[in-house]
């Protein structure tokens, strides 16, 4: 994607020393646009925990990559010493941010990749290879991911005879989420390109207010029309015919159709469900768990801390970017980041191989191989 009209990816090697990879650092969002070099695996587990970076596909790159440099980090070692720090590094990885399954995808493909070779060397090679692939294979599921869910949108545009497409996600699903075109985001922007009209209801998304922040600032950035909401107003505008679908993403399906999001995904999923507005949700296959049965009992949750909720960031009227508290000094607060939305609520899964029903059958009728 585009920002003031210079391509984007979210994370990418730094074209004058392939050892150092560089990212968005999205905390600073939208008021400031910085860029973060990761050197260490330190790095790397720090802007993946501390939410630098954010998003299921982002996440699984930013943990190759974080794998490629591990790689670097120990390769002086003798092969029995790289082998058992790469174990050290890859727990330090998939602790950062339980709920996302493309985390743990990414750290455990490298560590088969690099299985395959004999010396620290030539795992270094294949590391960098790998982190490589896994971000354009995001880019790539992306954008036919986009493709197959535009077509949706289309028909519904044409049930309105051209009227707009009105639009609601939560959370971040973007590009910013992805290494490029995002998930719930790509078939909006590939139906914008097409010359569909289409508006989209932006939920802010508390705690962190990624909606806010990030798909504000991206729908923005490529002349999408879009409108802020607080969380809550979601089933209001449902009952009132203002919303014809809802796309959000996710940090990890079951193969059953079982969905973990940002938390108030559950509730956005009950209240178009009651409302009969199709309720999809986009994702890669690399989202997917194949071994979770029933996503309530066994996807774990992220509790993260309670300051998140505590203070909200901001600019003030003199420009300055702050940090305020916006509760009694004594008050706690919890802090669950995901919640899970059972298959019964979801209308559609929309991947890079096609729209399946979220289910079982449908899921595994689009991956035999699973």
């Given at each position: 994607?585009?920002?003031?009209?210079?391509?984007?990816?979210?994370?990418?090697?730094?074209?004058?020393?392939?050892?150092?990879?560089?990212?968005?650092?999205?905390?600073?969002?939208?008021?400031?646009?910085?860029?973060?070099?990761?050197?260490?695996?330190?790095?790397?587990?720090?802007?993946?925990?501390?939410?630098?970076?954010?998003?299921?596909?982002?996440?699984?790159?930013?943990?190759g990559y974080g794998m490629y440099i591990a790689a670097l980090q120990s390769s002086k070692q003798n092969t029995a010493a790289f082998d058992e720090d790469m174990r050290k590094y890859a727990d330090q990885l998939i602790a950062t941010r339980p709920t996302a399954k493309n985390l743990e995808w990414a750290v455990k493909r490298q560590l088969d990749v690099m299985a395959t070779s004999e010396t620290p060397e030539e795992k270094v090679k294949l590391a960098?290879?790998?982190?490589?692939?896994?971000a354009d294979e995001d880019t790539e599921y992306c954008?036919?991911?986009?493709?197959?869910?535009?077509?949706?949108?289309?028909?519904?545009?044409?049930?309105?005879?051209?009227?707009?497409?009105?639009?609601?996600?939560?959370?971040?699903?973007?590009?910013?989420?992805?290494?490029?075109?995002?998930?719930?985001?790509?078939?909006?922007?590939?139906?914008?390109?097409?010359?569909?009209?289409?508006?989209?209801?932006?939920?802010e998304t508390r705690p962190r207010s990624q909606g806010a922040s990030l798909t504000s600032w991206e729908l923005g950035k490529h002349g999408v029309p879009h409108t802020l909401i607080?969380?809550?107003?979601?089933?209001?505008?449902?009952?009132?015919?203002?919303?014809?679908?809802?796309i959000v993403g996710t940090d990890r399906t079951t193969h059953t159709g079982d969905v973990a999001n940002k938390i108030g995904t559950y509730l956005k999923a009950l209240a178009a469900k009651d409302n009969n507005v199709p309720f999809y949700v986009a994702l890669p296959s690399s989202t997917f768990d194949w071994e979770m049965e029933d996503g309530l009992k066994?996807?774990?949750?992220?509790?993260?801390?309670?300051?998140?909720?505590?203070?909200?960031?901001?600019?003030?009227?003199?420009?300055k970017v702050e940090q305020v508290l916006i509760c009694p000094e004594t008050t706690p607060a919890g802090n669950y980041a995901f919640d899970v939305t059972p298959s019964r609520l979801i209308t559609g899964l929309i991947t890079e191989r096609g729209v399946c029903e979220a289910s079982r059958e449908g899921v595994h009728g689009l991956y035999p191989n699973k």
């Open positions: 994607m585009k920002v003031d009209d210079k391509h984007f990816r979210t994370i990418w090697v730094n074209e004058n020393d392939e050892k150092i990879i560089q990212i968005i650092d999205q905390r600073k969002l939208p008021h400031l646009f910085e860029i973060f070099d990761i050197k260490t695996v330190d790095d790397a587990a720090k802007a993946i925990k501390e939410m630098y970076v954010h998003g299921a596909g982002l996440i699984g790159a930013t943990a960098f290879i790998t982190a490589n692939e896994i954008r036919r991911l986009g493709e197959h869910g535009c077509k949706i949108i289309e028909e519904i545009s044409k049930k309105k005879g051209g009227e707009t497409v009105n639009i609601l996600t939560h959370c971040n699903a973007g590009w910013l989420a992805f290494v490029d075109y995002g998930s719930a985001t790509a078939p909006i922007y590939a139906a914008f390109e097409k010359g569909i009209k289409v508006h989209v209801w932006v939920d607080v969380d809550n107003v979601g089933g209001h505008i449902m009952q009132h015919g203002m919303v014809d679908m809802c066994e996807i774990p949750i992220e509790e993260r801390d309670q300051e998140e909720v505590r203070y909200v960031w901001g600019k003030n009227k003199e420009g």
